[in-house]
T-cell receptor, first 113, second 119 residues
Framework: KQEVTQIPAALSVPEGENLVLNCSFTDSAIYNLQWFRQDPGKGLTSLLLIQSSQREQTSGRLNASLDKSSGRSTLYIAASQPGDSATYLC????????????FGKGTTLSVSS | GAVVSQHPSRVICKSGTSVKIECRSL??????MFWYRQFPKKSLMLMAT?????????EQGVEKDKFLINHASLTLSTLTVTSAHPEDSSFYIC???????????????FGPGTRLTVL
């Protein structure tokens, strides 16, 4: 059974710092991996999607990497801002298209000004 | 593009009543929609997979007679919580996968969620 773990559970940093969020999964047979942002009481916003054949994706100040063989992904946030404060969720899909996502518990990030 | 809406965003009901939640893909067709629930400070847990024109597939431990799912069109799936009880209070989120004839990236787009409170 696939399990997704995110470390740390919470993180507080001052504005401007670069930071890394970690995600690990137990079964390397995944179709893809997605990183999401969730604000309190809100739905999910997709940040980055990495296919199983890819090693990284970049969008603005965000960079996500994937090491499928070791079951790890990282989300790198450069020059953090208070507006980045949210919960970041990592999710993997089972090894075929059209399947649901399995989520980690998330990392709650707080960026202070 | 790829916007998913949910209605209502928040609902409070009495114990024993039924509540219907709608999930719509606004600018694309979705052959598959997923329903998740999220308890406070917990992650999203898949409840069921909804396929247009066929019966939903429920995850282990999810009562199909309690959580009725209907996916009658390519843009609408509904979740009905029947005879709701306080333990059903949760945040319900749907997602939709873009239907395409070519290679599917399996990217899912999520609705804003529905906060259900059962008194």
């Amino acid at each position: 059974k696939q399990e997704v773990t995110q470390i740390p559970a919470a993180l507080s940093v001052p504005e401007g710092e670069n930071l890394v969020l970690n995600c690990s999964f137990t079964d390397s047979a995944i179709y893809n991996l997605q990183w999401f942002r969730q604000d309190p009481g809100k739905g999910l916003t997709s940040l980055l999607l990495i296919q199983s054949s890819q090693r990284e994706q970049t969008s603005g100040r965000l960079n996500a990497s994937l090491d499928k063989s070791s079951g790890r992904s990282t989300l790198y946030i450069a020059a953090s801002q208070p507006g980045d404060s949210a919960t970041y969720l990592c999710a993997v899909s089972r090894n075929q298209a059209g399947t649901a996502l399995i989520f980690g518990k998330g990392t709650t990030l707080s960026v202070s000004s | 593009g790829a916007v998913v809406s949910q209605h209502p965003s928040r609902v409070i009901c009495k114990s024993g009543t039924s509540v219907k939640i709608e999930c719509r893909s606004l600018d694309f067709q979705a052959t598959t929609m997923f329903w998740y629930r999220q308890f406070p400070k917990k992650s999203l847990m898949l409840m069921a997979t909804s396929n247009e024109g066929s019966k939903a597939t429920y995850e282990q431990g999810v009562e199909k007679d309690k959580f009725l799912i209907n996916h009658a069109s390519l843009t609408l799936s509904t979740l009905t919580v029947t005879s709701a009880h306080p333990e059903d209070s949760s945040f319900y989120i749907c997602s939709a996968r873009v239907a395409s004839g070519g290679v599917s990236y399996n990217e899912q787009f999520f609705g804003p969620g529905t906060r259900l409170t059962v008194l």
